[in-house]
């Protein structure tokens, strides 16, 4: 890790360990929901009647339950391909948890990390100005001893 990305991430302190953990929460909290079926399961289309979706898998009936007791003729089911019976009708409340488990966490890791990057920035930048508060800082050292040898014989001829 020491080469380009530990650069970068070096002297960002406890953001890369914060977001690190907001990650870890992320994958612990999308595992863990039904919704996660949307994003890895296998997609079938069924029928709705009266709230519930019949669908076919390998030439079965399984059905599953859907917000709303509408009828439609297409309805995008998701399902674990072990496990049929566990399957979740596609709906816009149920899409939306599922992003707001994944891009919340994923959000706030960034923000973390940019806030922990920047701070890094903000104190390398006060350090070089309590560097530079003196006169000749950030000079060569040979180049200011010179300027002021030559300060103080002018200042002599002058007397």
């Given at each position: 890790?020491?080469?380009?990305?530990?650069?970068?991430?070096?002297?960002?302190g406890w953001s890369v360990g914060l977001a690190a953990a907001l990650s870890l929460l992320f994958l612990a909290l999308d595992f863990q929901?039904?919704?996660?079926?949307?994003?890895?399961?296998?997609?079938?289309?069924?029928?709705?009647?009266?709230?519930?979706?019949?669908?076919?898998?390998?030439?079965?009936?399984?059905?599953?339950?859907?917000?709303?007791?509408?009828?439609?003729?297409?309805?995008?089911?998701?399902?674990?391909?072990?496990?049929?019976?566990?399957?979740?009708?596609?709906?816009?409340?149920?899409?939306?948890?599922?992003?707001?488990?994944?891009?919340?966490?994923?959000?706030?890791?960034?923000?973390?990390?940019?806030?922990?990057?920047?701070?890094?920035?903000?104190?390398?930048?006060?350090?070089?100005?309590?560097?530079?508060?003196?006169?000749?800082?950030?000079?060569?050292?040979?180049?200011?001893?010179?300027?002021?040898?030559?300060?103080?014989?002018?200042?002599?001829?002058?007397?």
């Amino acid at each position: 890790m020491r080469g380009r990305l530990g650069k970068v991430l070096d002297g960002a302190g406890w953001s890369v360990g914060l977001a690190a953990a907001l990650s870890l929460l992320f994958l612990a909290l999308d595992f863990q929901s039904p919704q996660i079926v949307l994003w890895t399961g296998q997609r079938a289309v069924g029928t709705e009647q009266n709230g519930l979706v019949t669908f076919y898998w390998k030439h079965h009936a399984y059905t599953a339950t859907t917000p709303g007791s509408g009828s439609a003729k297409a309805v995008s089911v998701y399902f674990p391909p072990g496990n049929p019976d566990a399957a979740v009708a596609e709906s816009l409340p149920d899409r939306l948890t599922a992003v707001a488990l994944f891009g919340v966490p994923v959000l706030a890791g960034v923000a973390v990390l940019t806030i922990g990057l920047t701070r890094k920035r903000r104190w390398a930048r006060r350090m070089n100005r309590e560097k530079a508060s003196g006169f000749g800082a950030g000079l060569d050292e040979d180049f200011v001893a010179r300027r002021l040898q030559e300060r103080r014989d002018s200042q002599q001829d002058r007397r």
